[in-house]
């Protein structure tokens, strides 16, 4: 059974950069059929997209947010990897990262992390 | 990026019958069996119930059931228990954008 752990900083200061990973387990990130995602949750709000990647390194990205995201994977680690500048309060959420097999939707999820932009 | 369109809330009695509705366009939701839902408990991590449309992942309980017409896919949860309490989304392949997925805006059940 895939599993997938979030990790990074829950309190980032505004105009800094916020970075997560995200931890694969029970499966390689090498897979060529899956993607890799971002999402997140605004408090008390909806599902809203981030990204994803393949493990090729090919990223799609939501529009609003591509001046400022970058999202890598390290296949050696099974790892990927979310950056995201010029953070302002707006970005408060809780992140998630998972799974997907195209054209479907995710299947697995992490657990979320909450991040805070606060100084 | 328009969201799927979900009722705000739908509730119900114990052991009832509810439907979630989730409207899309023919480029996503009717254009393709590519449908989701999820199942979100506070604080938790959204939990895949339905995929392609109809198909329930191991694990998942028989009183979930998905069904599409048209534009429009729906959530059936039958014989309504306490812990279905839960915000639900649903989410679909679409040709609209980018990202090739889209999400609903969530319902809140209640069970009464």
């Known amino acids: 059974q895939v599993q997938l752990q979030e990790s990074g900083p829950g309190l980032v200061k505004p105009s800094q950069t916020l970075s997560l990973t995200c931890t694969v387990s029970g499966g390689s990130i090498s897979s060529g059929a899956y993607y890799w995602s971002w999402i997140r949750q605004h408090p008390g709000k909806g599902l809203e997209w981030v990204g994803y990647?393949?493990?090729?390194?090919?990223?799609y990205y939501h529009l609003s947010l591509k001046s400022r995201i970058t999202i890598s994977i390290d296949t050696s680690k099974n790892q990927f990897s979310l950056k995201l500048s010029s953070v302002t309060a707006a970005d408060t959420a809780v992140y998630y990262c998972?799974?997907?097999?195209?054209?479907?939707?995710?299947?697995?999820w992490g657990q979320g992390t909450l991040v805070t932009v606060s100084s | 990026q328009s969201a799927l369109t979900q009722p705000a809330s739908v509730s119900g009695s114990p052991g009832q019958s509810i439907t979630i509705s989730c409207a899309g366009t023919s480029s996503d939701v009717g254009g393709y069996n590519y449908v989701s839902w999820y199942q979100q408990h506070p604080g938790k991590a959204p939990r895949l119930m339905i995929y392609?449309?109809?198909n329930r992942p191991s694990g998942v309980s028989h009183r979930f059931s998905g069904s599409k017409s048209g534009n429009t896919a729906s959530l059936t949860i039958s014989g309504l228990q306490p812990e279905d309490e839960a915000d639900y989304y649903c989410?679909?392949?679409?040709?609209?954008?980018?990202?090739?997925?889209?999400f609903g805006g969530g319902t809140k059940v209640t069970v009464l």
């Open positions: 990647i393949y493990y090729s390194g090919s990223t």
């Open positions: 989410s679909s392949y679409t040709i609209s954008t980018n990202l090739g997925v889209i």
């Open positions: 392609e449309v109809t």
């Open positions: 998972a799974r997907g097999n195209y054209p479907n939707p995710p299947d697995y």
